[in-house]
């Protein structure tokens, strides 16, 4: 059984840094692709970045590129996400998801698999 567990959450102050990371544990047979997708308070599901297996590509929501950034260990089944200049708007509960399809990575509906969430908070 494929598990996906997020880690790194937490409260900051504004313009402060986090970095989440997201291990995948199971076996998903093949390179799969990884991402970030964010839930603020109230708000629908959002992604915010998300990145291929060989790492080489990647992509941001406008609203978190120059701020964030995508990341996988070497062991491919980790993904990370250093959050820098967080800002009030940035929180939510993050979710890492990962998916064996080709695209759209901004979409949720491309991921198979997802992770509980864990929660970030940023105080101004």
């Known amino acids: 059984q494929v598990q996906l567990v997020e880690s790194g959450g937490g409260l900051v102050q504004a313009g402060g840094s986090l970095r989440l990371s997201c291990a995948v544990s199971?076996?998903?047979?093949?390179?799969?692709?990884m991402g970030w997708f964010r839930q603020p308070p109230g708000k629908e599901r959002e992604f915010a970045a998300a990145v291929t297996w060989s790492g080489a590509n990647t992509w941001y929501a406008d609203s978190v590129k120059g701020r964030f950034t995508i990341s996988r260990g070497n062991a491919k089944n980790t993904v990370y996400l250093q959050m820098n200049s967080l800002k009030p708007e940035d929180t939510a509960v993050y979710y890492c998801?990962?998916?064996?399809?080709?695209?759209?990575?901004?979409?949720?509906?491309?991921?198979?698999?997802w992770g509980q969430g864990t929660q970030v908070t940023v105080s101004s």
């Open positions: 199971g076996s998903i047979l093949g390179s799969y692709s």
């Open positions: 998801a990962a998916t064996q399809r080709a695209s759209p990575l901004y979409s949720g509906t491309t991921y198979d698999y």
